[in-house]
Nanobody, 115 residues
């Protein structure tokens, strides 16, 4: 059984930075893609970006150039470094691990971008 735990959320001013972490239990972390999603109040959950097992990354256009996803397989952890934050980045951020048979989600961490 895989469990994902996000951390690092909080209140930040526009233009600021945060780093979110997602720690995974279990031994399968390193071989599967990991993704970050977010859900703003009243909106559907949206994909933010993903990292494959080899560390390659892809991003949504809305965060490209501002967010960087990385993974540390030895620590079973994936990160998203968020720079130049905007009020529209306010959301609950979730990580997801996808295997061929099922998906695993964390409980989410709240990010609020406000002055």
């Amino acid at each position: 059984q895989v469990q994902l735990v996000e951390s690092g959320g909080g209140l930040v001013q526009p233009g600021g930075s945060l780093r979110l972490s997602c720690a995974a239990s279990g031994s399968i972390f390193s071989i599967y893609p990991m993704a970050w999603y977010r859900q703003a109040p009243g909106k559907e959950r949206e994909w933010v970006g993903s990292t494959r097992s080899d560390g390659s990354t892809v991003y949504a256009d809305s965060v490209k150039g501002r967010f960087t996803i990385s993974r540390e397989n030895a620590k079973n952890t994936v990160y998203v470094h968020m720079n130049s934050l905007k009020p529209e980045d306010t959301a609950v951020y979730y990580c997801k691990l996808a295997t061929p048979v099922r998906e695993y989600w964390g409980q989410g961490t709240q990010v609020i971008v406000s002055s």
